[in-house]
């Protein structure tokens, strides 16, 4: 399977399921750009069965506007509605929920720990015999280290028996590619060893109950986050 966060590319990901290059994959949408979940999962139906409709969990907003909305010139826009989408599959027998989250980083450590908490409480609510997590979590660590605070806080929200695919990844993010529609364009204005710098640790995978698990980085141009990728045995 595939999730993806600021998934604004639903018409292409249609027409290359269309094209029968991939006869068996299939794919869902929530689009919601000026509420922030742009997201969408894609799996390989041979091998995993939709058990029940995907839906979307909304997480806590921020009240009012950040600090970081201003600095990247966004002042007047409302806070952003960041999301999680879930959904359940039926795979060698089991059920397995996969959750595609995608966090704030408007708000900082303390927002988006409340974010963790309330996802967490509402899969706790509904349990299953085996999860996925995986996504954009927005978790900035330019200062040394921050990167182990910041996964420490996740891993010991969601639980021990969530075993993390990338434990020893110190970055997913670069500024080394910047979108040029997004608010972030002016900073392709500073120097590119300078950009390089700026690596930070965003995005995770955990599984729960999945057996072994190895993932890994694909560093990959085409956005400023790197795909990871995770085996679970």
Request: hydrophobic share 40%; charged share 20%.
């Amino acid at each position: 399977f595939i999730c993806l966060q600021e998934a604004q590319i639903e018409d292409k990901i249609n027409l290359l399921l269309a094209s029968g290059k991939f006869p068996n994959w299939k794919a869902v949408h929530f689009h919601a750009k000026t509420q922030g979940h742009e997201l969408a999962m894609l799996w390989n139906s041979e091998r995993m069965q939709l058990t029940d409709q995907p839906r979307l969990i909304l997480l806590p907003m921020l009240k009012g506007h950040s600090f970081i909305e201003y600095a990247f010139r966004m002042g007047g826009m409302a806070a952003t509605q960041r999301a999680a989408m879930t959904a359940q599959f039926l795979v060698d027998g089991k059920i397995l929920r996969l959750t595609n989250l995608h966090t704030s980083f408007e708000g900082g450590y303390f927002h988006r720990r409340k974010q963790f908490k309330f996802l967490s409480q509402a899969l706790r609510n509904e349990p299953v015999e085996s999860e996925i997590i995986c996504g954009d979590f927005n978790t900035p660590s330019y200062i040394p280290l921050m990167w182990r605070l910041q996964q420490k806080t996740i891993q010991n929200i969601f639980g021990p028996e969530f075993i993390n695919a990338t434990p020893t990844l110190s970055w997913s993010f670069s500024l080394e590619i910047i979108d040029p529609t997004q608010t972030t364009a002016f900073l392709a204005k500073f120097p590119l060893w300078l950009r390089k710098l700026a690596r930070s640790r965003m995005d995770y995978i955990f599984g729960r109950n999945l057996g072994n698990v190895r993932g890994e980085l694909l560093d990959l141009s085409g956005s400023d986050h790197r795909p990871l990728l995770a085996n679970f045995k």
